[in-house]
């Protein structure tokens, strides 16, 4: 393993990791409601938080794409709001350490990101909840330098379905198409991690551009609604996209959601949201686990769910989003961002090319997001920006 773990990490000096998902920007806000000063993510900050400069390097990533995600219990102005702040802390983050990362709004940036030695620093946020239904909030979001949109996050929103909330929609209503499609013409990534089955069958029906999975696992190696069942992962060739395997436990390790569930109505027992990131919910989460010893996640458990993908969606068509910093419970040899190593070294060992791991680790995401901005361009000679409302293409009133 010490040969392999050797390779690994030569490997992603020339193929770092595009992580398609961070949430560093939330423990943030939560933990010292952004102040810089006290969480410099220059310093080691492995007592806090998953993610800082160090550990990203020792990990082997040349491209983040950190989360501006808000709690979907967030709604209306308060949401929109809550994501302009996680906006500006990475904006301000990035503005720091220019040595170190390199704002990134396009695949050009990404790999000259990687030419220069820094890591390239992208935005995505994570809930169709931050445009509050306007289409013109949407393309404020993109002009500010959010690259995609989850269009979900665990609750519905009045024009999609969540995974994790009752259908309502059955998918996408006409307002959430006419999202998707001007998500195309903006050249914003339409991402369906989080979203039910029904919303990324209706998605891909609608989308002119590649879709990415920011940080979604197999459904069929753990059943859980947060997976991508096959039917969705055997139409993802056909449409150019990307599927990013998340490392938290309870979506890939079976033996781990109900003990989460349990873990998550402990935190709801203390006055807490379930996804709390303050050090005092952290402090519960980890009295739970001490009192209640948790199932162990390990590298060959994601790599299980890469097998798997790879077998429907093709080498082509996958890659990473480990949502650190959006989870209080991590495998145990993927615990921070300097893990990435591990996971390559066991699909070493699982006999993936250096090829293949190129593609997983960097060529797929980069080429998916150059897609989207090729399709962006034409889509722009034929049409102009949408100014259809919620009200118009449903007949209901934004909520």
Same mark, same amino acid.
């Given at each position: 393993?010490? /040969?392999?773990? @050797?390779?690994?990490?030569?490997?992603?000096?020339? +193929?770092? =990791?595009?992580?398609? +998902?961070? !949430?560093?920007?939330?423990?943030?806000?939560?933990? =010292? *409601?952004?102040? #810089?000063?006290?969480?410099?993510?220059?310093?080691?900050?492995?007592?806090? %938080?998953? %993610? /800082?400069?160090?550990?990203?390097?020792?990990?082997?990533?040349?491209?983040? &794409?950190?989360? =501006?995600?808000?709690?979907?219990?967030?709604?209306? /102005?308060?949401?929109?709001? $809550?994501?302009?702040e996680q906006i500006d802390v990475v904006r301000r983050f990035t503005a720091a350490h220019p040595d170190q990362l390199r704002p990134a709004l396009t695949a050009d940036d990404v790999e000259a990101a990687r030419a220069e030695g820094r890591i390239a620093s992208l935005m995505g946020a994570e809930g169709g909840h931050s445009i509050n239904c306007s289409l013109a909030t949407l393309r404020a979001l993109y002009d500010l330098g959010v690259r995609y949109l989850t269009l979900t996050h665990n609750d519905n929103v009045p024009w999609a379905d969540s995974a994790t909330d009752e259908p309502r929609a059955n998918g996408l209503t006409r307002f959430g198409e006419e999202v998707v499609r001007e998500m195309n013409r903006l050249g914003m990534l339409v991402d369906l991690s989080h979203v039910s089955a029904d919303t990324m069958r209706d998605a891909l029906r609608v989308t002119e551009a590649p879709v990415v999975f920011s940080h979604s696992s197999a459904r069929a190696v753990c059943d859980h609604p947060r997976n991508i069942p096959d039917d969705v992962l055997e139409l993802l060739p056909g449409n150019g996209g990307v599927a990013m395997v998340t490392f938290v436990p309870k979506f890939v390790l079976p033996? $781990? =959601?109900?003990?989460?569930?349990?873990? /998550?109505?402990?935190?709801?027992?203390?006055? #807490?949201?379930?996804?709390?990131?303050?050090?005092?919910?952290?402090?519960?989460? *980890?009295?739970?686990?001490?009192?209640?010893?948790?199932?162990?996640? %390990?590298?060959?458990?994601?790599? !299980? +769910?890469?097998?798997?993908?790879?077998?429907?969606?093709?080498?082509? +068509?996958?890659?990473?989003?480990?949502?650190?910093?959006? %989870?209080? &419970?991590?495998?145990? !040899?993927?615990?921070?961002? @300097?893990?990435?190593?591990? #996971?390559?070294?066991?699909?070493l060992d699982r006999r993936w090319s250096p090829a293949d791991l190129a593609k997983l680790t960097w060529q797929n995401a980069v080429r998916t997001l150059r897609s989207a901005e090729d399709v962006a361009r034409g889509l722009r000679e034929s049409r102009g920006p949408s100014v259809a409302t919620i009200e118009q293409l449903d007949g209901v009133a934004a909520r």
């Open positions: 393993m010490t /040969d392999r773990l @050797a390779q690994a990490r030569e490997l992603l000096t020339t +193929h770092p =990791v595009v992580d398609g +998902h961070n !949430d560093l920007p939330w423990a943030l806000r939560e933990q =010292v *409601r952004y102040d #810089l000063d006290r969480r410099d993510i220059a310093a080691d900050l492995s007592a806090h %938080t998953h %993610t /800082d400069l160090p550990r990203l390097r020792a990990g082997g990533v040349g491209a983040q &794409f950190w989360s =501006v995600y808000v709690r979907s219990d967030f709604s209306g /102005d308060t949401a929109v709001s $809550a994501t302009l033996e $781990a =959601v109900a003990w989460t569930q349990a873990a /998550d109505e402990n935190m709801r027992a203390h006055g #807490l949201h379930p996804l709390e990131m303050s050090e005092a919910g952290i402090a519960v989460h *980890r009295a739970f686990e001490e009192a209640n010893p948790r199932p162990r996640a %390990t590298a060959a458990t994601v790599a !299980d +769910h890469l097998d798997h993908m790879r077998e429907l969606a093709g080498i082509d +068509h996958i890659g990473i989003g480990g949502d650190f910093d959006g %989870t209080a &419970f991590t495998p145990d !040899d993927l615990a921070d961002v @300097a893990g990435y190593p591990n #996971l390559i070294a066991e699909l």
